[in-house]
Structure formats: structure tokens, C-alpha cells
């Protein structure tokens, strides 16, 4: 028992040979009564499916059985949707991994916009040789002489 303490302080679990409870083996099951919920919080009063899974629960417990044994007999007679949690084989497999992939293909898409943009900054800080004013009529060049006059008489 202290040994069992100590090792739960630590985050240590000791090999697990026991037969689980009927709350845990509720709880990894879902109702097929089409509530969405496990079998332990199933809240129908007479549900058609979560009584009777109860009840077969019990039998499997009383039998000694393991929680991987119980959860394979279940998903063996009603398939894989009566497990709570998805399975990490097959498709399922996928269904786990694709945001992780999906992730590390937007990150890495957005580091190669930034980088290619940065380049294309790093292009325009080049120096430009300014373009040579053309060749503006006498009118056009009045008008600019004045225009810049009035500015610089505004800033002061």
C-alpha cells in the first residue's frame, strides 16, 4: 500500500494485472442508444442498450477478464463505434496524424512566404539610380517652380 502511494506520487504506475472496475469499462464504451454518451453517463431512465451493455460489463468483469480483453469483445460483437475513443490502427491512424501533418505543411508554408518575401525587400533596398526629370515645357516648369516656393513658404 505505501509502496502504491509513493509510486502514485511519482507518476509511476505499477504493472496493472487487476480486473477493472465497472466505471472504467462504462466509461471507455459509448451508448448505442444514439445519445452520444458513454454507457456510464448514458442518462436514460430504461435505456434499451445501456442496461443490458451494463449488464454484460458485470459478466465480463466476474469472469476476470482484462480491460483490453473486455474492449476487444465488445468492439468484436458491435464493431469499432462502441469504443469511446478511436483506435490507433488502420484509418484511424490517419484520422490521429493528418492535423499534425496538416500543421507542419502550413507552418512551413508560411516560412517560405516570409523568407521569399524578405528576399524581395531585401531586392528593393538595393540603390536605384533616381530617373532623370524629362523634358518639361517652359509652362510646366513655372508652375513647379511655384508650386515648390509656396510649400517651402508654408514649412516656415
Known amino acids: 500500500m505505501l509502496l502504491t502511494s509513493i509510486a502514485g506520487v511519482f507518476g ?3 504493472a496493472r494485472a487487476e480486473v477493472p472496475t465497472q466505471n472504467e469499462v462504462e466509461t471507455a464504451l459509448t451508448c448505442q442508444c444514439g445519445c452520444g454518451l458513454t454507457v456510464h453517463s448514458c ?9 443490458p451493455l451494463k ?14 480483453e473486455i474492449l476487444s469483445h465488445f468492439e468484436n ?12 490502427r488502420g484509418f484511424n491512424l490517419i484520422a ?12 512551413l508554408t508560411v516560412g517560405v512566404v516570409l523568407w521569399r518575401w524578405r ?38
Open 43 to 51: 442518462n436514460h431512465v430504461n435505456c434499451g442498450s445501456g442496461i
Open 12 to 14: 509511476i504506475a505499477p
Open 96 to 107: 490521429w496524424a493528418m492535423p499534425f501533418v496538416v500543421l507542419a505543411i502550413g507552418g
Open 119 to 156: 528576399g524581395a525587400t531585401d531586392a528593393d533596398k538595393s540603390p536605384v539610380a533616381p530617373v532623370p526629370p524629362t523634358s518639361a515645357s517652359p509652362a510646366e516648369n513655372e508652375l513647379r517652380e511655384r508650386m515648390e516656393r509656396e510649400l517651402r513658404e508654408r514649412d516656415t
Open 77 to 88: 460483437k458491435y464493431g469499432e463505434i462502441i469504443l469511446s475513443a478511436p483506435t490507433t
Open 55 to 68: 449488464r454484460e460489463i458485470g459478466e465480463q468483469i466476474g469472469e476476470g477478464r482484462s480491460l483490453p
